[in-house]
């Protein structure tokens, strides 16, 4: 009996820890621009948020340079330097410009990454084509942009 109470629990838990509730990007309550709450109720994983950094929907060099990241080619001089960003702003605040930098700046040339409404023209990927009726996705899915804003707070001055 306490075997199988033992194993009920365990798959309660274990249950509990799989189903970490995901703020989905419409419900997303910014603060002056900041997410208290994580996206994704899961903490950020530095070392995929460098990933993200580096490639894919995140790109983040493309516009800024990481010193920490220097090994690789092409730091984009638009936006601003990343480096000692941990130092600048609160974790939450980074969540919320990751997310959707334009709530904290209006006038931002940055994508919004967590953001799946209230786009102008919308297109639908690279086909020149308007968007078709399937759901908007994020650029970066809510555990991405966790694991960037824990990169970015390993970024502090030396």
């Not at 990007?25 to 070392?47: F, H, I, K």
């Not at 220097?70 to 410009?97: C, K, M, Q, T, Y």
């Not at 990927?125 to 994020?138: C, I, L, S």
């Amino acid at each position: 009996m306490n075997y199988a109470l033992g194993l009920g629990l365990a798959a309660t838990l274990a249950g509990t820890i799989a189903t970490a509730e995901v703020v989905k990007p419409t419900d997303v309550v910014y603060v002056e621009g900041a997410v208290e709450t994580s996206l994704s109720g899961t903490a950020g994983d530095p070392q995929n948020g460098a990933e993200i950094m580096n490639k894919g929907a995140g790109n983040c060099i493309a516009c800024h340079q990481v010193d920490a990241l220097s090994h690789l080619p092409f730091h984009g001089e638009i936006g601003p330097p990343l480096n000692g960003v941990a130092d600048r702003w609160s974790e939450a605040e980074l969540r919320g410009i990751v997310a959707n930098a334009k709530v904290m700046f209006e006038d931002s040339m940055m994508p919004s990454f967590y953001r799946t409404e209230g786009f102008t023209r919308l297109g639908d990927a690279y086909t020149g084509k308007a968007h078709g009726d399937a759901e908007v996705q994020p650029l970066l899915a809510a555990q991405e942009v966790e694991d960037v804003v824990a990169y970015l707070m390993t970024l502090k001055e030396e």
